[in-house]
């Protein structure tokens, strides 16, 4: 399994009021996510944050920029993408604390962050200096809210955690996998790759086939996937963050199945 780099943030936010004056008219509805205090999409009416797609002026390649605003107006956050198809990170990124000083910042190289990865205390005091080179740390330091460096290093990113760990994840999956009537005419067999999202509650959430076979596999394997139970959220700097997971799904065709496709009945 394996956990995509959150922190293109899920941005954020601006109350309904605010929301109605600062993005007349130039914003298309499709362009505006409402977001509740745990970054899970809500409707306008229960907003906490609100996550706007800045236009690019209708160039398809130039970067297209992803802003969050506090229900006051004020930016939590700003995610570069490479442009408004390719939703992968490239450029800087940056969040802040509602006193509007800065929280986070660092630089993403085709998805990956290279470069300096900054945090910030919310008095302005460094909290982390890290250095990657495209998603692989070169060393870190973590401070503490006192300076003091903190020993050992302090990863900035946990992944979400299932309840008994991978294995526990696996055999939940197995138990809950069936297949498919429909697949058996065809004898069909091979890997679904499903993506879902761990919310930062810790629910599971927005499951959709990221790499499928045909659509009764397909279906078989977000059915199996729907039914987990709740994770231990990821981290970002020590805050609950939803992350993006991957799992591959395998499915063999019943021996008998196949061994009469063989014989042509």
């Given at each position: 399994?394996?956990?995509?780099?959150?922190?293109?943030?899920?941005?954020a936010?601006?109350?309904?009021q605010?929301?109605?004056?600062?993005?007349?008219?130039?914003?298309?509805?499709?362009?505006?996510?409402?977001?509740?205090?745990d970054?899970v999409?809500?409707?306008?009416?229960?907003?906490?944050?609100?996550?706007?797609?800045?236009p690019?002026?209708?160039?398809p390649?130039?970067?297209?920029?992803?802003?969050?605003?506090?229900?006051?107006?004020?930016?939590?956050?700003?995610?570069?993408?490479?442009?408004?198809t390719?939703?992968?990170?490239?450029?800087?990124?940056?969040s802040?604390y509602?006193?509007?000083?800065?929280r986070?910042?660092?630089?993403?190289?085709?998805?990956?962050?290279?470069?300096?990865?900054?945090?910030?205390?919310?008095?302005?005091?460094?909290?982390?200096?890290?250095l990657?080179?495209?998603?692989?740390?070169?060393?870190?330091?973590?401070?503490?809210?006192?300076?003091?460096?903190?020993?050992?290093?302090?990863?900035f990113?946990?992944?979400?955690?299932?309840?008994?760990?991978?294995?526990?994840?696996?055999?939940?999956?197995?138990?809950h996998?069936?297949?498919?009537?429909?697949?058996?005419?065809?004898?069909?067999?091979g890997?679904?790759?499903?993506?879902?999202t761990?919310?930062?509650?810790?629910?599971?959430d927005?499951?959709?086939?990221?790499q499928?076979?045909?659509?009764?596999?397909?279906?078989?394997?977000?059915?199996?996937?729907?039914t987990?139970?709740?994770?231990?959220?990821?981290?970002?700097d020590?805050?609950?963050?939803?992350?993006?997971m991957?799992?591959?799904?395998?499915?063999?065709?019943?021996?008998?199945?196949?061994?009469?496709?063989?014989?042509?009945?």
């Amino acid at each position: 399994m394996k956990a995509l780099l959150p922190f293109a943030l899920s941005l954020a936010a601006l109350g309904a009021q605010a929301q109605q004056s600062v993005l007349t008219p130039c914003i298309d509805d499709s362009m505006v996510l409402y977001l509740d205090e745990d970054l899970v999409q809500v409707p306008m009416a229960k907003a906490y944050y609100t996550q706007v797609l800045k236009p690019t002026n209708g160039a398809p390649k130039a970067p297209a920029v992803t802003l969050t605003f506090f229900p006051d107006g004020q930016l939590y956050s700003e995610v570069t993408y490479a442009n408004n198809t390719r939703r992968v990170q490239q450029g800087p990124a940056r969040s802040f604390y509602p006193n509007g000083l800065l929280r986070l910042s660092y630089t993403a190289d085709d998805g990956q962050t290279d470069g300096y990865l900054r945090t910030y205390y919310p008095d302005g005091s460094p909290k982390r200096n890290d250095l990657y080179d495209h998603g692989r740390l070169i060393k870190g330091q973590y401070f503490a809210p006192d300076g003091q460096l903190v020993e050992p290093h302090v990863p900035f990113r946990q992944d979400p955690a299932f309840p008994g760990g991978n294995e526990a994840l696996v055999a939940h999956l197995s138990n809950h996998l069936r297949y498919p009537s429909g697949a058996l005419r065809d004898a069909a067999e091979g890997q679904v790759l499903v993506a879902f999202t761990v919310t930062a509650r810790g629910n599971v959430d927005e499951v959709r086939v990221q790499q499928g076979i045909n659509p009764d596999l397909d279906a078989a394997a977000v059915a199996a996937v729907r039914t987990l139970p709740a994770f231990t959220p990821g981290r970002a700097d020590g805050e609950r963050i939803p992350v993006t997971m991957l799992v591959p799904i395998s499915f063999k065709a019943p021996g008998a199945v196949k061994a009469l496709r063989r014989l042509g009945l």
